[in-house]
Each structure stands twice: as structure tokens, then as C-alpha cells.
Nanobody
Framework: QVQLVESGGGLAQPGGSLRLSCATS????????MTWARQAPGKGLEWVST????????DYTDSAKGRFTISRDYPKNTLYLQMDSLKSEDTARYYC????????????RGQGTQVTVSS
């Protein structure tokens, strides 16, 4: 059974940092790309970042470039998103998704973790 469990969200101040984790099980983590997506209140699901199955290549939405870093730990089957220089517009529920950018709507994803950026 595929399971994705996100954690690490919370309240952060503008300019602060958070590290999201996504613990996975039930599939071969090392063979698939992984993606972070987010949904802000009243908005649709937005792609944030993708990392290839090998971990050698990453991609980010423009608003995340230079501030967010996606990574993966193969022995732990865990996906990460390091978020620095947080802005109020980063406030959203963050989901990890199996697959790439095109999979965020219909791919397997977890319950999400809430990130709130506010002073």
C-alpha cells in the first residue's frame, strides 16, 4: 500500500525557514521522480518542485528558485523540501506527490502539511 506522510510544517516568520519531510512506503522510491505541490487558501494546486529518480536533477517554480531546495534520502525513502527566506505568499498546504509536474492532480499524494508564514 502506497503511503506518503508529510511533516515539518508550522508557523514561521517572514524570512524564516522550515524543512518539510515526506516519509514514503509501499513503492520503489528510488525508481520514481518526486514532487512537492502546494495549495493556498482559495486557490488551486500549484507545482513547487520536482526531483528526478536519480536525484541528479531538480526543477523549481520561479517563485521558489533560490529559496527552496528539494532533496531525497534513499535509505530512508524520504523526500525533503528545505524552505528558506519564507514569504507570506508561501502560506499553503504542502503535499508530496509521486511523479513529476504533470502528476500533481491525479498522482498519489499524502495528506499534506500546513505552512503558515506570518509575523
Amino acid at each position: 500500500q502506497v503511503q506518503l506522510v508529510e511533516s515539518g510544517g508550522g508557523l514561521a516568520q517572514p524570512g524564516g525557514s522550515l524543512r518539510l519531510s515526506c516519509a514514503t512506503s509501499g513503492f520503489t522510491f528510488s525508481k520514481v521522480p518526486m514532487t512537492w505541490a502546494r495549495q493556498a487558501p482559495g486557490k488551486g494546486l500549484e507545482w513547487v518542485s520536482t526531483i528526478t529518480s536519480s536525484g541528479r536533477a531538480t526543477d523549481y517554480t520561479d517563485s521558489a528558485k533560490g529559496r527552496f531546495t528539494i532533496s531525497r534520502d534513499y535509505p530512508k525513502n524520504t523526500l525533503y523540501l528545505q524552505m528558506d527566506s519564507l514569504k507570506s505568499e508561501d502560506t499553503a498546504r504542502y503535499y508530496c506527490v509521486i511523479g513529476g509536474k504533470g502528476d500533481i492532480l491525479f498522482g498519489h499524494r499524502g495528506q499534506g502539511t500546513q505552512v503558515t508564514v506570518s509575523s
